[in-house]
C-alpha cells in the first residue's frame, strides 16, 4: 500500500516538474468564451485562422510565472506571422493578483480570467498548471503539454502550423 501510494505522488511530482506531451490528434478545441481582463470575451470561434497558444497559468504556480517571459517572446516571435495567445488564468486565482501581474509584466496578448472554472473545464478538466495547448489555424488541437514546453520544439510546431494554408 505505502509503495503504491509513493509511486502515485512520484508520479505527480514528475507531472509536475516535467513538461509532458500529450497528444490530442484532431480534436477540435472546445467551445468556449474567454473573459478577458477588460471585461470583453473572445469565443473559440475567434481564434479560426491564426495559430494559437491557449496557456492555462496561475499567479502562484512557479513554474507558470517561470515560463511566462519565454511565452512573451513567442509572442513577440509570431504575432505578425498570423500567431496568437491567450493565457486563461485559473478560477482559484484572485483576479486582483492577475492584473497586476498582468500590467506589471506589462504581457503583450490577452489574458482571460476563468472565474467559475468553465474553461479549463470544457478544455479537458484542466487542474494542473500551466497546461498550454496549441490550435491550428481550423480550430483543432494539435497538442497539448502538462508543464513548461520545450520551448525549441514549440518553436518549430508554430513554424510548421503557420506555414500551413
Not at 31 to 46: E, H, K, M
Not at 54 to 59: G, I, R, S
Not at 120 to 145: C, F, H, M
Request: some cysteine; glycine content about 6%.
Amino acid at each position: 500500500m505505502k509503495r503504491s501510494l509513493y509511486l502515485a505522488a512520484a508520479a505527480v511530482v514528475l507531472a509536475i516538474g516535467t513538461a509532458t506531451y500529450i497528444g490530442a490528434g484532431s480534436t477540435a478545441a472546445p467551445q468556449s468564451t474567454f473573459v478577458l481582463l477588460d471585461g470583453s470575451t473572445r469565443s473559440t470561434a475567434d481564434l479560426k485562422g491564426r495559430v494559437t497558444l491557449v496557456n492555462f497559468w496561475a499567479t502562484s504556480c512557479v513554474t507558470c510565472v517561470a515560463e511566462m517571459p519565454k511565452v512573451i517572446a513567442t509572442y513577440d516571435k509570431y504575432h505578425a506571422k498570423g500567431f496568437d495567445t491567450v493565457a486563461v488564468a485559473m478560477s482559484y486565482d484572485p483576479p486582483s493578483y492577475v492584473v497586476n501581474f498582468a500590467q506589471t509584466r506589462k504581457l503583450p496578448f490577452q489574458v482571460a480570467i476563468d472565474n467559475t472554472g468553465a474553461v479549463a473545464q470544457s478544455w479537458g478538466e484542466v487542474k494542473l498548471t500551466p497546461t498550454t495547448y496549441i490550435v491550428n489555424k481550423r480550430g483543432d488541437i494539435v497538442k497539448r503539454y502538462v508543464g513548461e514546453p520545450d520551448f525549441a520544439e514549440l518553436h518549430a510546431l508554430i513554424e510548421k502550423l503557420l506555414a500551413e494554408v
